[in-house]
């Protein structure tokens, strides 16, 4: 009954690497988010799924690469990891996409050196 | 587009102070207002939400109104607590065309309350 879920909590890597940070989350939410915290944006829409198989960019997609073959998974890829991509990223689920609560994870903390 | 402006930060307060942190918005379509809180070291909780215009939300003491006719959602609180130190975010959503389909962050106001 967690809720929604990310792993790792935090990751160093390097550039240039390929990095999969997951995302579960236990409420059968038909709509998952990625977003990307950096000081001075607030929270920024990195891509989102509205149900297994569809998914759809955000505001700040580029270097990012989505699946959600599983209702309940969102795992998000960055295929060459890049310096600008040291962030704090969360994931969020919702029933539906407008006027509905969006959950959080925890968030993953990412370093790229 | 959207977007969403908030006061800029840091908000230091002594506690029993009152605390206004203003939340400004620009919209297509008739967007739902949300005030979103977070803790160090942890995501993003809901704290409240209003869906049309001169709905009140409240939780935890905290009020915000959504006022239509000057496209703002400030959020207010009668008496701070040192627990209540956090970073605040506004944010909207709407079923606009494109990418308006999201909720839509202001850049967050981090409160400090002192004891």
């Known amino acids: 009954d967690a809720g929604i879920t990310q792993s790792p909590r935090y990751k160093i890597t390097e550039t240039g690497r390929q990095v999969t940070l997951m995302c579960h989350q236990t409420?059968?939410?038909?709509?998952m988010f990625w977003y990307r915290q950096d000081l001075g944006h607030g929270l920024r829409l990195i891509y989102y799924s509205a149900a297994a198989d569809i998914t759809d960019k955000g505001e700040v997609p580029d270097g990012y690469v989505v699946s959600r073959s599983k209702t309940e998974n969102f795992p998000l890829t960055l295929e060459s990891a890049t310096r600008s991509q040291t962030s704090v990223y969360f994931c969020a689920s919702s029933e539906a996409l407008v006027r509905e609560t969006q959950y959080f994870g925890p968030g993953t903390r990412l370093l790229v050196l | 587009g959207n977007s969403v402006t908030q006061m800029e930060g840091p908000v230091t307060l002594s506690e029993e102070a009152f605390l206004t942190i203003n939340c400004t918005y620009t919209a297509t379509g008739y967007p739902s207002l949300f005030w979103y809180v977070q803790y160090p070291g942890e995501g993003l909780q809901l704290l409240l939400k209003?869906?049309?215009?001169?709905d009140k939300g409240s939780n935890k003491g905290f009020e915000a109104t959504y006022r239509k006719e000057t496209t703002s959602f400030h959020l207010e609180k009668g008496s701070v607590q040192v627990s209540d130190s956090a970073v605040y975010f506004c944010a909207l959503s709407t079923l606009s065309s494109g990418s308006a389909r999201q909720l839509t962050f202001g850049s967050g106001t981090q409160l400090t309350v002192l004891p």
């Open positions: 409420w059968s939410h038909s709509y």
């Open positions: 209003a869906t049309k215009a001169d």
